[in-house]
């Protein structure tokens, strides 16, 4: 028997679609197990690699990691084992820039087998209650929620630690200020696009339920679903299954509603990608297991099939999916299409949390503006000194 532990995150997006997948490979190699190992949202967006790679086989995770795995080759390089499904030239077979952004130092380090980005949600039944038209703009999103106010309902948006740091990275790279241009430079903060940020999502959390301070991405698709008065949120990392039947009230979907206005591009890409620990007592296994979930049966059947939501172009493109998620994939596309992609550096993750807890606490009234702005502006710094001191030492 031949056993390889997979580490995942905790929802059905995630969980449904690899266990029947797990089935379904099982089937085909007699001896082996595959066991999962399951991670909250918080550890998968901030947990380090360093120790998943020594317990586990297989990690799920997402692109921002891909700095600090390159930069101690903690992964297999999986371009080298697999170049007929992941060589730069393959990048057209996946959702937006997904495949591209795994890639690091010349390597592809995670094979994409999960599409995302933020974009907007929204509840059709209570804008049509109101006569509402869905926002195409942060400025018809503010309008949205004054409406929404005058009759006792709520816009939301995320603030837990890293979502308003995303949200600001977004609403940045929108107009057309990213924090870097490309992803392997130094993370520039512009202080003053940095301000207009974070004045728009302070205008929108006037219109948001308290709540929404201490809420993540997960937390407002269910508080959308099972609550009867939140109608819309412009920025969210999306969950195609929450449009599904199953749901109370199953969500819409629509592309993210930017300041920069028709230009809906700037959301930050999210998704998920499989990556393999060097350390791996079968690497042949899990290289074979990590191609079984690029297969366009487990793409275009089991992922879709099991509330998940695969990352190839063949798959986003199918109307029946389309159509069992409430229209999701068509919504958004153009938002995935033109996602940034957030730097890769060493160290970018706790950059990224710790940029979030000092925005979450300035939207909590806890520091200034001027401490939050200092305080990302030092952070950045520090980030850029980690990556490129020993660049700037070479000879």
């Not at 099939?305 to 999701?328: K, S």
């Amino acid at each position: 028997m031949k056993n390889l532990r997979i580490l995942a995150w905790d929802h059905r997006r995630a969980t449904d679609p690899l266990r029947h997948a797990i089935s379904a490979f099982q089937a085909q190699n007699n001896g082996v197990e595959i066991e999962i190992d399951i991670r909250p949202l918080s550890a998968f967006e901030h947990q380090g690699m360093a120790g998943a790679v020594r317990a586990c086989d297989m990690i799920v995770y997402d692109h921002p990691f891909s700095g600090d795995v390159a930069e101690r080759e903690l992964f297999l390089p999986l371009d080298a084992h697999m170049p007929d499904l992941l060589a730069p030239e393959h990048g057209s077979l996946y959702i937006g820039p997904s495949l591209e952004s795994y890639r690091h130092g010349g390597r592809i380090w995670g094979a994409p087998i999960d599409g995302a980005t933020q974009h907007a949600i929204l509840r059709a039944d209570l804008l049509e209650k109101i006569n509402a038209a869905v926002p195409k703009s942060w400025q018809d999103a503010e309008s949205l929620g004054r409406t929404l106010r005058q009759r006792g309902m709520y816009l939301a948006l995320p603030i837990e630690t890293p979502h308003a740091m995303l949200t600001i990275g977004a609403l940045m790279a929108n107009m057309g200020r990213p924090w870097s241009a490309d992803p392997h430079m130094p993370v520039v903060l512009d202080s003053d696009a940095l301000r207009t940020a974070m004045a728009h999502v302070r205008q929108l959390l006037a219109y948001c339920p308290k709540d929404t301070l201490e809420w993540n991405s997960i937390d407002v698709h269910e508080a959308m679903v099972n609550r009867d008065d939140i109608a819309y949120c412009p920025c969210v990392y999306g969950y195609a299954t929450y449009g599904e039947p199953d749901m109370r009230r199953p969500l819409s979907f629509a592309d993210f509603a930017g300041p920069s206005a028709p230009f809906h591009a700037g959301s930050v890409l999210g998704g998920t990608a499989i990556g393999i620990s060097r350390h791996t007592q079968h690497p042949e296994l899990a290289l074979s297991f990590a191609r079984f979930m690029l297969q366009t049966h487990i793409q275009d059947g089991i992922i879709p099939e099991n509330h998940g939501q695969p990352a190839t172009m063949q798959a986003w493109n199918n109307p029946e999916h389309d159509a069992r998620f409430n229209g999701f994939y068509s919504a958004v596309r153009a938002s995935m299409q033109t996602a940034w992609i957030r730097p890769r550096l060493p160290r970018y993750p706790e950059f990224q949390r710790d940029a979030g807890q000092a925005l979450a606490r300035y939207f909590r009234d806890e520091a200034s503006e001027k401490q939050t702005v200092d305080s990302l502006l030092a952070l950045a710094s520090q980030l850029n000194r980690h990556a490129f001191s020993s660049r700037s030492e070479e000879p």
